[in-house]
């Protein structure tokens, strides 16, 4: 029976078929493409304890860490056809109180920028002045693996982190750790890893060194009659 | 015209072939919620929060279950606040201790400040239970006829109008 209806239907049918096989063979795709994104420096720059309060109409008073950090890392093997941002992320990470028992930590992301591929950079939320710059920086590439390379010397946290407790001084033991999140056009979100995946290599060096959140910086002018 | 209605037979066959197609819809939904252990597997971005990496309409697969390792820090869930009924859909910033009980902070990559301010009154921080998935794979803008269609409900009826016509008309 060949009504207009029936032909209608098979051309979306058809339509729709064909662009499910060709976006699944993109997203297989993430599978044969080698990364291998290295850190070569991660480690903290400066780290004080202040107090606070959580908003200006709180009364509540909480330690705050502030933590600022250099970062020389290569991501640039991330950025494919099939990349549309990648999500970078600097977590501190440091033990719970019952760690001893139960292995549990805390961690809290203290920076993140989000890196588009040159093929989303319309989409970021950014003012015209820096969207301008933003894509003559790809230089008219739908692929720009340099985007990958960050270099980033004593970078300001974003992020002020506490503890549900209230108290984080002189905590022991923490550590920085850089992620990502790569964000595919279609497909599947890939994280870092630990371990190899054919041809994804693990994250290399992607955790500082172990460190010590100082005591309570006192007022300023408590501080200036120290000195 | 309207052979259907002039041979009951016919008619009461392609009304099985409808409540098939319907029912067996619904199985393969609920057949995923099983496997991914979400009460809503695959779902529609509804707002920009999460902007560039995912626009409104676009297709979203939950995965609910902790096999390998505990939801963590960086991952994108979407989640329900207590009394609210719309789904969010943001990525955990901040998590403190482990298992059940682990205190978590959300924040959408496009805003300026985190989730505190979306919770219900008196919650500070969601535990696993109030996470219905996390979004492991992306599909865009395939779900956006969804928010055209909760937007302009009238374009609701005459879906269903064409549908209903489509199967009266039909002879095979």
Same mark, same amino acid.
């Given at each position: ?14 339509? $729709?078929? +064909?662009?499910? *096989? ?6 297989? %795709?993430?599978?044969?493409? @080698?990364? /291998?994104? &290295? ?5 903290? $720059?400066? +780290?004080?304890? *202040? ?6 109409? %709180?009364?509540?008073?909480? @330690?705050? /860490?502030? &933590? ?160 | ?172």
């Amino acid at each position: 029976m060949y009504t207009s209806v029936v032909r209608l239907q098979n051309v979306f049918g058809f339509f $729709t078929t +064909v662009a499910f *096989v060709v976006a699944a063979f993109i997203a297989a %795709s993430d599978f044969v493409t @080698e990364r /291998a994104p &290295i850190v070569r420096t991660l480690k903290t $720059t400066s +780290v004080q304890v *202040v107090r606070g309060r959580p908003h200006y109409y %709180s009364s509540k008073k909480e @330690e705050y /860490a502030i &933590i600022n950090f250099s970062l020389d890392a290569d991501l640039s093997s991330l950025f494919t056809w099939n990349t549309k941002q990648v999500f970078v992320y600097v977590s501190a990470e440091w033990p719970a109180a019952d760690h001893a028992k139960t292995n549990a930590t805390n961690e809290a992301v203290i920076w993140d920028t989000i890196i588009t591929s040159p093929s989303a950079d319309h989409l970021a939320n950014i003012g015209p002045v820096a969207m301008k710059k933003l894509r003559k920086s790809a230089g008219g590439k739908s692929i720009d693996p340099n985007r990958g390379k960050l270099s980033l010397k004593n970078q300001r946290h974003k992020y002020k982190i506490t503890h549900p407790s209230g108290k984080l001084a002189m905590t022991d033991n923490v550590t920085l750790r850089l992620h990502y999140n790569v964000q595919p056009w279609v497909g599947l979100l890939t994280w870092d890893q630990d371990v190899d995946y054919g041809y994804w290599k693990a994250l290399k060096n992607g955790v500082s060194k172990r460190f010590k959140l100082p005591a309570i910086k006192e007022k300023k002018a408590a501080s200036a009659g120290a000195r | 015209m309207l052979s259907g209605l002039a041979n009951p037979r016919q008619a009461a066959v392609q009304l099985m072939n409808f409540g098939l197609i319907l029912s067996t819809a619904f199985m393969m939904w609920k057949g995923l919620s099983v496997i991914t252990d979400s009460p809503s597997p695959i779902v529609v971005v509804l707002s920009g929060s999460m902007e560039p990496a995912f626009q409104r309409g676009d297709l979203l697969f939950l995965w609910n279950r902790n096999v390998v390792a505990e939801t963590s820090v960086g991952e994108i869930v979407v989640y329900n606040v207590k009394g609210k009924d719309i789904p969010i859909v943001h990525r955990i910033v901040r998590k403190f201790g482990k298992g059940p009980e682990a205190k978590l902070l959300t924040k959408g990559d496009n805003n300026v400040s985190d989730d505190t301010e979306l919770y219900a009154s008196g919650q500070d921080y969601l535990v696993r239970k109030d996470i219905i998935g996390s979004v492991f794979a992306y599909i865009p803008f395939v779900g956006y006829v969804t928010i055209l269609l909760s937007e302009h409900p009238w374009l609701k009826t005459v879906m269903l109008g064409l549908m209903g016509l489509v199967v009266v008309l039909q002879r095979e």
